[in-house]
T-cell receptor, first 112, second 111 residues
Framework: DAMVIQNPRYQVTQFGKPVTLSCSQTLNHNVMYWYQQKSSQAPKLLFH???????NEADTPDNFQSRRPNTSFCFLDIRSPGLGDAAMYLC???????????FGPGTRLLVL | QKEVEQNSGPLSVPEGAIASLNCTYS??????FFWYRQYSGKSPELIMSIYSNGDKEDGRFTAQLNKASQYVSLLIRDSQPSDSATYLC???????????FGKGTHLIIQP
């Protein structure tokens, strides 16, 4: 059974057109993360939520925003996608400190 | 700045042999260490986690951690063609810290 679900799996958007990626989890985990992974690169942490507390990485562009309306759902909003934002976006969740992060299948974003 | 370093490879190993993957990390405050396997176009899949110095074995996989040397390794015994993938080493501090990943080692198991 899927524990971390991401929708859509593939997203094509136009340069500058806002896009929202969705993540949901059935694990009831406190912490949810968003990572960006570009081709042949390591996943890079964008931000995370501990419950409703939002934590932004220092080098995450302002173009990226996130919302977590409840424990189960988290959204990644890209306000004005550029060509350089084409990547795989990975959502992950974690329960207690130090425990494993569970990754969703990812959303591959293409910007035309 | 927290960094995790891995040799990008490719590392080519004959089927049935032992594959040895290594990484080093820069942040001495890191407390949790993970090895993820990632097939092309897929999301990372956890292989092993390790939290204390020494070895941890799970089936064909053994993770080793040496905090004094800031070094983590993964051994894969009896390598199979299905083990061909990119292996990501990751480190995490305490609290709700996210993972700092290395760039990954591309492993090829030759039939």
């Amino acid at each position: 059974d899927a524990m971390v679900i991401q929708n859509p799996r593939y997203q094509v958007t136009q340069f500058g057109k806002p896009v929202t990626l969705s993540c949901s989890q059935t694990l009831n985990h406190n912490v949810m993360y968003w990572y960006q992974q570009k081709s042949s690169q390591a996943p890079k942490l964008l931000f995370h939520y501990y419950d409703k507390d939002f934590n932004n990485e220092a080098d995450t562009p302002d173009n990226f925003q996130s919302r977590r309306p409840n424990t189960s759902f988290c959204f990644l909003d890209i306000r004005s996608p550029g060509l350089g934002d084409a990547a795989m976006y990975l959502c992950a969740t974690r329960g207690r400190a130090g425990e494993t992060q569970y990754f969703g299948p990812g959303t591959r974003l293409l910007v035309l | 700045q927290k960094e995790v370093e891995q040799n990008s490879g490719p590392l080519s190993v004959p089927e049935g042999a032992i594959a040895s993957l290594n990484c080093t990390y820069s942040d001495r405050g890191s407390q949790s260490f993970f090895w993820y396997r990632q097939y092309s176009g897929k999301s990372p899949e956890l292989i092993m986690s390790i939290y204390s110095n020494g070895d941890k074995e799970d089936g064909r996989f053994t993770a080793q951690l040496n905090k004094a040397s800031q070094y983590v390794s993964l051994l894969i015994r009896d390598s199979q063609p299905s083990d061909s993938a990119t292996y990501l080493c990751a480190a995490s501090g305490g609290g709700a810290d996210g993972l700092t990943f290395g760039k990954g080692t591309h492993l090829i198991i030759q039939p």
